[in-house]
């Protein structure tokens, strides 16, 4: 069973004071286009709770979806955007910052990545600043079905050194939301973060 079938919108925030009270959450960061929303409507297995879009840089604000009673998934906007302009770009990372230090609910934050282009600059700078704030930090290399196994499991082995090296304690596994593949995986963390009690079978 899984326990994010019954995942819902429920906010959308662009200023810290809108957050909505809360017992336990779980945020997902990353690079914008790394497939951010598309995991979460693999969660909840539907085709449009999150917004995807090919342009990436869509999602601006951090949008809450409701599992159970006080408990949230968080839809981090994504960063890395060129496009973007600068003094947007400024807002959205003081907001996320901001959320990332201040909030107490937030249990563990997944760091979503493209497995085709793992760990780049802005992902470390995230990595190394969620370190320093403690909480604990769960690396999924997406979009796996764009890989052959081998890709994937080099890209994987490579990944696990560096985290090894640089940021050690954070867990990593690989994910396609198209093929589902690392989903059983991802779900188990979710619901261990979020105190869900995950229903065997
Ligand atoms: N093949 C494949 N494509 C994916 C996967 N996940 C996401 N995509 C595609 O990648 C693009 C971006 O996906 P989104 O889920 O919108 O990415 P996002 O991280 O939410 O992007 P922003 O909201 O801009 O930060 C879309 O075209 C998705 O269809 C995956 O696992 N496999
Ligand atoms: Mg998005």
């Known amino acids: ?39 979460l409507n693999a969660l909840a297995q539907r085709r449009r709770l999150a917004y995807v879009s090919k342009t990436p840089g869509r999602t601006r604000e951090i949008n809450f979806y409701r599992c159970g009673e006080g408990r949230f998934i968080v839809d981090l906007p994504g960063y890395g955007y060129a496009r973007v302009p600068q003094a947007m770009r400024q807002t959205w990372g003081e907001l996320v910052s901001a959320y990332l230090r201040t909030r107490a609910s937030l249990a563990g934050v997944v760091l979503l990545m493209d497995a085709r282009h793992p760990l780049m600059p802005l992902d470390w700078q995230l990595l190394h600043w969620l370190q320093e704030s403690g909480k604990p930090v769960h690396a999924v290399l997406t979009k796996a079905d764009k890989l052959s196994r081998q890709q994937a499991l080099r890209t994987l082995a490579a990944t696990r050194q560096a985290l090894d090296r640089e940021a050690p304690g954070v867990s990593l596994q690989l994910f396609s939301s198209l093929t589902r593949q690392g989903a059983d995986e991802l779900v188990e963390r979710l619901a261990y973060w979020l105190e869900i009690k995950n229903a065997p079978g």
Do not use: C, Q, W, Y
């Open 1 to 39: 069973m899984n326990p994010f079938h019954p995942l819902s919108f429920a906010r959308s925030v662009t200023r810290l004071a809108d957050l909505p009270p809360a017992l336990r959450e779980v945020a997902i960061g990353g690079r914008s286009n790394a497939g951010k929303s598309s995991l």
